[in-house]
């Protein structure tokens, strides 16, 4: 994998807590999350696969492969962007979520977006 400026991704993430999926009492604990993908290099890419990893706060992790998101495998340009949601259910009100996203450019070279860690949590559960 090959990791340079001609080949990079740029991802925001923003999360949400669903109450209305959550069932507290059963310690499942629902949340949303969009992410945002630009295409901050000089080259077409196409997203391939992604790999999650998933803590909760009693440090079970569930881990995540898969191709594309959502059922989809998108072609960036330069400066494209695209958006997607998704979800994930946790046994606690706080966790975190980190990854990789893998991707082939136009040329064939095959390069990873690292996904920063970022916190999961149920309203009024974190200082």
């Not at 290099?41 to 881990?63: C, F, M, P, T, Y």
């Not at 989809?72 to 958006?83: C, I, K, N, V, Y």
Request: glycine share 8%; charged share 20%; with cysteine.
């Amino acid at each position: 994998m090959k990791s340079d400026t001609n080949y990079a991704i740029g991802i925001s993430v923003q999360t949400r807590f669903l109450p209305e999926q959550s069932d507290l009492d059963a310690a499942r604990f629902v949340f949303a999350y969009t992410v945002t993908m630009t295409n901050i290099g000089d080259v077409e890419a196409q997203l391939i696969s992604r790999h999650w990893l998933i803590l909760d706060s009693e440090n079970k992790v569930q881990e995540v492969r898969g191709l594309g998101v959502i059922g989809q495998q998108p072609h960036l340009a330069p400066g494209q962007r695209f958006e997607y949601t998704s979800g994930c259910v946790l046994a606690t009100p706080v966790g975190t979520m980190k990854g990789s996203y893998f991707w082939k450019a136009a040329d064939g070279v095959d390069f990873e977006a690292p996904i920063a860690p970022f916190v999961l949590a149920m309203p009024r559960t974190l200082h």
